[in-house]
């Protein structure tokens, strides 16, 4: 397989995951538990929030592809620990690294890659979810001080986070046209959080909606005034690139396990791979795992000088590693006959988070649009 230019931190990686949260794993998504403060400041203490954040805020300054291979070994094993490292290198905080100000990056990014705070990203509403530019929650500029009033949905890391970075009408301007980012601390009197969502799968990753009532930041918070929308989406292709790896692992993971059982288990006096139609099964499984890798790998080494990888690449990164994930998981549960089907085999986990990752950040339908956007370089208006 492909050289790997990032092996000796995806080794220290692997070792930390297994061995420090291998055990926790099960519990975790058993009763929906959240990584502690404590947990996520000794992830900051091993570098893995600040790998691809700039050295002058406690950063390593590496190439996202290095904070990639981290998410992936913690993805494979525990996903709500993946999730804090993909969350500080891949999510609302490379909003700040790329898009924020001098003062803002001194004053938020440090804490975010020590491991002391945790940030999430409020895109979503109840009536805005591809469509996201028709998003009503608003901030209105006055005297120096911005008002957020309106509801975000599916905010991963919900109520968890200590700081968000919400989109918001900062003006009257229609479409996206009007949208900024704001970024809002927790605390603030008038911002509060809805119940915890029972999710299906990522569970341990802690999600709900959020409340703006008249809630007043400082101007100083505006991340990106109204009209940078296309620049925001721009960035968050960084953390589609999150999101793609977080699929990779967890097609990686079915398939690793599989292969392991596959020799193992035995059934008409045999080893279940002896078996031509499972041999099939298995190698569609490693196409789709080895597809979407190539695929990922080429996204992040597409990143132009500022970090920005290629939207059409990461399109069509994420949309394969979305549906093989789903695909692998379903095939590596089939295999496992009744085993896959118990909690105790972790298939089942995997098969839940493989459909979470396939919606957040925008759903394979929704990337297959931008891709023929992308490849015949016109737009497709949803609207008309
Ligand atoms: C686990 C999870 C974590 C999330 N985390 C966050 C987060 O941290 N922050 C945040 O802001 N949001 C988050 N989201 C929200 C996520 O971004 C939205 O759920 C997603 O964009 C889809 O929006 P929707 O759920 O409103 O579905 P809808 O937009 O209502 O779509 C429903 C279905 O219709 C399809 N569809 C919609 N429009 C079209 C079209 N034009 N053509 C063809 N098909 C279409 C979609 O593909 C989908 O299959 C999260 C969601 C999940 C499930």
């Known amino acids: 397989m492909a050289h790997d230019d990032y092996a000796e931190i995806r080794q220290l990686a692997a070792k930390v995951a297994r061995e420090v949260y291998g055990p926790l794993a099960e519990e975790m998504d058993r009763n929906r538990t959240p990584v502690s403060r404590e947990q996520r400041m000794q992830l900051g203490e091993l570098g893995f929030l600040g790998i691809a954040h700039p050295e002058e805020y406690g950063g390593s300054g590496a190439p996202l592809g290095q904070a990639l291979a981290v998410v992936e070994e913690f993805g494979k094993v525990c996903r709500p620990a993946a999730f804090q490292i993909f969350e500080a290198n891949t999510g609302p905080a490379q909003v700040i690294h790329h898009l924020g100000s001098e003062e803002q990056k001194q004053r938020w990014l440090p804490a975010i890659i020590s491991g002391e705070k945790t940030m999430a990203v409020g895109i ?34 919900g109520g968890e986070a200590d700081q968000y970075v919400v989109y918001c009408r900062l003006s009257d301007a229609p479409g996206a046209k009007g949208i900024g980012a704001v970024l809002v601390e927790k605390g603030t009197p008038g911002f509060s959080f809805g119940a915890s969502e029972r999710l299906m799968g990522f569970r341990g990753i802690p999600s709900s909606d959020l409340y703006f009532d008249n809630v007043e930041v400082p101007e100083e918070n505006v991340v990106v005034p109204a009209g940078g929308f296309s620049k925001l989406f721009g960035v968050f292709s960084i953390e589609r690139m999150g999101n793609t790896t977080m699929s990779l692992a967890i097609g990686q993971a079915a398939l690793d396990k599989t292969l392991k059982y596959v020799e193992e288990r035995e059934q008409f006096g045999k080893p279940l791979i002896e078996f031509q139609s499972i041999q099939v099964m298995v190698a569609d499984m490693v196409l789709l795992v080895e597809a979407a890798r190539l695929l990922r790998d080429e996204a992040a080494a597409s990143a132009d000088a500022a970090g920005m990888p290629d939207p059409l690449k990461v399109s069509l990164a994420k949309c394969t590693a979305n549906e093989m994930a789903k695909r692998v998981t379903d095939l590596a549960m089939q295999i496992h006959g009744g085993n896959g089907y118990t909690e105790e085999y972790g298939l089942e986990r995997l098969h839940r988070d493989a459909h979470g990752w396939a919606i957040a950040g925008g759903t394979p339908t929704m990337q297959r649009i931008r891709i023929v956007s992308e490849m015949l370089g016109r737009k497709f208006d949803q609207r008309r």
């Open 124 to 157: 979503s509403e109840p009536d805005a979810g591809s469509a996201a530019t028709d998003m009503r929650t608003t901030g209105k500029l006055t005297d120096g001080i911005v008002v957020v009033n309106g509801t975000k949905r599916w905010i991963s890391n």
